[in-house]
């Protein structure tokens, strides 16, 4: 089982800073089977990022992903008021599929 | 546009059992791979189950493998979740979600969840 951990686990910013979340996984994640999630609270999780750095449909570009093997980061370029959420990397590579257990995004 | 309506949570004695389900609209459930994911009150997301697009092969997680089992209605679009034995660390809402259409593991959409509470 890949056990992937994100860190920080929280990280306090301000609107139009840049986030930068880190996910690493316990071992390589095949063809960079990485992808990124949001969740605001009380909401399902959103899909962002696939394939370690395709965005979703309607997903803006201040959001990007990057990286390869077991390091992945995702990046929010200038945050906005409404990107402060919990962030979760998942591989869809191999059974059984994983998440992350999340990075807070929150208000400075 | 992609709709999944979960229903059938409540509160459930441990040991019992419950089934849940999720209504897609949009398009046809039977063309994509679905799974439920979970998520404990405060806590992150745990995959639970996927179920193919043709049907013919179910995953499921370690920690209700034996005890539930996943199943669709082509006829009615819907998608259903058969929980038994249940335990009181299996409170959580259960999300249904839509594979997307190349990687079937990878949850493109996702529904507003229904709450499961397992507790005497």
């Known amino acids: 089982e890949i056990v992937l951990t994100q860190s920080p686990g929280t990280l306090s910013l301000s609107p139009g800073e840049r986030a930068t979340l880190s996910c690493r996984a316990s071992q390589s994640v095949s063809s960079s089977y990485l992808a990124w999630y949001q969740q605001k609270p009380g909401q399902a999780p959103k899909l962002l990022i696939y394939?370690?750095?395709s965005r979703a449909t309607g997903i803006p570009d201040r959001f990007s992903g990057s990286g390869s093997g077991t390091d992945f980061t995702l990046t929010i370029s200038r945050l906005e008021p409404k990107d402060f959420a919990v962030y979760y990397c998942?591989?869809?590579?191999?059974?059984?599929?994983?998440f992350g257990q999340g990075t807070k995004v929150e208000i400075k | 546009e992609v709709q999944l309506l979960e229903s059938g949570g409540d509160l459930v004695q441990p040991g019992g059992s419950l089934r849940l389900s999720c209504a897609a609209s949009?398009?046809?459930?039977?063309?994509?791979?679905m799974s439920w994911v979970r998520q404990a009150p405060g806590k992150g997301l745990e995959w639970v189950s996927t179920?193919?697009?043709?049907?013919?092969?179910?995953h499921y997680a370690d920690s209700v493998k034996g005890r539930f089992t996943i199943s669709r209605d082509k006829s009615k679009n819907t998608l259903y979740l058969q929980m038994s034995s249940l335990r009181v660390e299996d409170t959580a809402v259960y999300y249904c979600a839509k594979g997307h259409n190349t990687y079937g593991f990878l949850f493109e959409y996702w529904g507003q969840g229904t709450l499961v509470t397992v507790s005497s």
């Open positions: 179920i193919s697009a043709s049907g013919g092969s179910t």
């Open positions: 998942q591989h869809y590579g191999n059974s059984p599929w994983t």
């Open positions: 394939g370690a750095s």
């Open positions: 949009g398009f046809s459930s039977s063309s994509y791979a």
